[in-house]
Structures are given as structure tokens and as C-alpha cells.
């Protein structure tokens, strides 16, 4: 199996290489994880700096103790991927972040479309995006990232529609497309963004717009998928077509 991940702040200074974690990460790491001396750990700030530590030992039930003698920095992926996902019933938005961060998603844009029946107001959205990007910090830990999603806060259809107007490709998921998503033409570099639209579709007005900005309308396939899965099968297309799954 390859080493754990665990999240640091920054990765501070200390004697000799030696590294203490603590704090819930540490906690997790001790008294969940139960490391001992000589296992492989890795610790990341999520942003791309990581560092291959190997363990020393404990301290309590919330301190491991490693050997950090280097921080290496992961560049970040090319071409971008951005999917701007509708917001789902109740946790299946939780589910899509997963399993896009999961596929290797670059930035999740939680987007309030018309026919959205969720709506996040107030203190209730905020605690909506909160889980949004715990779940993306805990599933880029899970699956061994060290560059984790970017979790935006939750747009409007015109602000979806500036992000698809400075894209180098921008494409709709939408049923009224007749080209498949497989066999677009895809940029090696720069930024791809992808719309998912909620259960009940993108509305005809919010699709004229996108195709203002110059945002194609694509299909996936013959079957119809639910907005908290689509996401992560076109995402899992493009990781394929632009080589970053090579």
C-alpha cells in the first residue's frame, strides 16, 4: 500500500529533520492509524508541497514524531480541469466532490442553478460549502493526493458564465448535444470547464447564455446520469483524453 496522508498548516522547521504532527492530524495518525516507528507516512500542505517522512515514534495520543529531511513541490496538472456542479438533494453533493477529487478534478464550483431545488442561503450554505471542502480535503487524502480540489464559493449562472468565457475549452453536459464528449477536441494545456446541471436539466435560458460564452453543449452517452455521478464520469473522460490518467 502506498504511505498515508496527512495535512500540515506549513511545514515548519525542526532540528535535525525531526517533525512533529499533532493536533487532529497527529491524533488521527496515533490513536487511529496506530503508526509505529519505521512506517512511511506522507504529509502535505494540499496546495502541492509534500514531503516522504518515515516515523520515529509517539508521543501521547496525539504526536507523531518523523524524519522530514526534504519538501518537494508537485507542479500543478495540465490541462486544468474545473467542473461547475449544480447543487444536488442532500448528499449527494458531498458524494460528487468525492468522487471528483477522487478522479483528479482540479476546482469544484458549487453553481445555483434555476431548477436547483437545494438552495444554499445563509448560515445553511455556509455549512453546506464547509462539508463540500472537508469532504474534498478527506477524499484528496484518501486517494494520496498532495494538490487538493479548490472548493469555490457557490456562484450564479452569470458568474458560471465569465468562468466559461475565459476557458480554452468550455462544454455544457446537456442532452440536446450531439457530440460526444469522447470525441471532442480537447487542449493539452490551459483550462478546461465543465457544466453539470441539476436533476431537472439547465434551463433553456441558462443554456443560451453559456453558449454566449462559448460553452458547446456535449452528451456522455445513451444513459441518463444523475447530476452527483455526472460530474465524475465526464471528469474521468477528460483525465483519459487530455493524458493525464497516461
Given at each position: 500500500?502506498?504511505?498515508?496522508?496527512?495535512?500540515?498548516?506549513?511545514?515548519?522547521?525542526?532540528?535535525?529533520?525531526?517533525?512533529?504532527?499533532?493536533?487532529?492530524?497527529?491524533?488521527?495518525?496515533?490513536?487511529?492509524?496506530?503508526?509505529?516507528?519505521?512506517?512511511?507516512?506522507?504529509?502535505?500542505?494540499?496546495?502541492?508541497?509534500?514531503?516522504?517522512?518515515?516515523?520515529?515514534?509517539?508521543?501521547?495520543?496525539?504526536?507523531?514524531?518523523?524524519?522530514?529531511?526534504?519538501?518537494?513541490?508537485?507542479?500543478?496538472?495540465?490541462?486544468?480541469?474545473?467542473?461547475?456542479?449544480?447543487?444536488?438533494?442532500?448528499?449527494?453533493?458531498?458524494?460528487?466532490?468525492?468522487?471528483?477529487?477522487?478522479?483528479?478534478?482540479?476546482?469544484?464550483?458549487?453553481?445555483?442553478?434555476?431548477?436547483?431545488?437545494?438552495?444554499?442561503?445563509?448560515?445553511?450554505?455556509?455549512?453546506?460549502?464547509?462539508?463540500?471542502?472537508?469532504?474534498?480535503?478527506?477524499?484528496?487524502?484518501?486517494?494520496r493526493r498532495v494538490r487538493f480540489p479548490d472548493v469555490a464559493?457557490?456562484?450564479?449562472?452569470?458568474?458560471?458564465?465569465?468562468?466559461?468565457?475565459?476557458?480554452?475549452?468550455?462544454?455544457?453536459?446537456?442532452?440536446?448535444?450531439?457530440?460526444?464528449?469522447?470525441?471532442?477536441?480537447?487542449?493539452?494545456?490551459?483550462?478546461?470547464?465543465?457544466?453539470?446541471?441539476?436533476?431537472?436539466?439547465?434551463?433553456?435560458?441558462?443554456?443560451?447564455?453559456?453558449?454566449?460564452?462559448?460553452?458547446?453543449?456535449?452528451?456522455?452517452?445513451?444513459?441518463?446520469?444523475?447530476?452527483?455521478?455526472?460530474?465524475?464520469?465526464?471528469?474521468?473522460?477528460?483525465?483519459?483524453?487530455?493524458?493525464?490518467?497516461?
Open positions: 500500500m502506498t504511505a498515508p496522508v496527512f495535512v500540515v498548516e506549513h511545514f515548519r522547521a525542526g532540528g535535525g529533520g525531526r517533525y512533529v504532527l499533532d493536533g487532529p492530524e497527529g491524533r488521527h495518525a496515533v490513536s487511529v492509524k496506530r503508526l509505529r516507528a519505521g512506517e512511511d507516512v506522507v504529509l502535505t500542505d494540499g496546495a502541492g508541497r509534500w514531503a516522504d517522512c518515515v516515523v520515529l515514534g509517539t508521543e501521547g495520543k496525539d504526536r507523531l514524531i518523523v524524519q522530514l529531511d526534504s519538501v518537494s513541490e508537485e507542479p500543478a496538472e495540465q490541462p486544468r480541469v474545473t467542473v461547475v456542479q449544480a447543487l444536488p438533494k442532500g448528499d449527494r453533493g458531498e458524494l460528487a466532490v468525492e468522487t471528483m477529487t477522487e478522479v483528479g478534478v482540479d476546482a469544484i464550483v458549487p453553481w445555483s442553478a434555476a431548477r436547483c431545488i437545494t438552495q444554499w442561503k445563509g448560515e445553511r450554505g455556509a455549512k453546506a460549502l464547509a462539508k463540500w471542502r472537508a469532504t474534498a480535503r478527506e477524499a484528496g487524502k484518501q486517494s464559493d457557490a456562484a450564479t449562472t452569470k458568474q458560471v458564465a465569465a468562468l466559461l468565457a475565459g476557458a480554452d475549452f468550455a462544454a455544457v453536459l446537456h442532452e440536446s448535444g450531439e457530440e460526444p464528449l469522447a470525441t471532442a477536441g480537447l487542449p493539452s494545456t490551459g483550462e478546461i470547464v465543465l457544466v453539470v446541471g441539476p436533476e431537472g436539466g439547465v434551463a433553456p435560458e441558462e443554456l443560451a447564455l453559456f453558449a454566449e460564452a462559448g460553452a458547446g453543449a456535449y452528451c456522455l452517452g445513451r444513459s441518463v446520469l444523475r447530476t452527483s455521478t455526472a460530474g465524475t464520469a465526464a471528469a474521468a473522460v477528460l483525465m483519459a483524453r487530455t493524458g493525464r490518467w497516461s
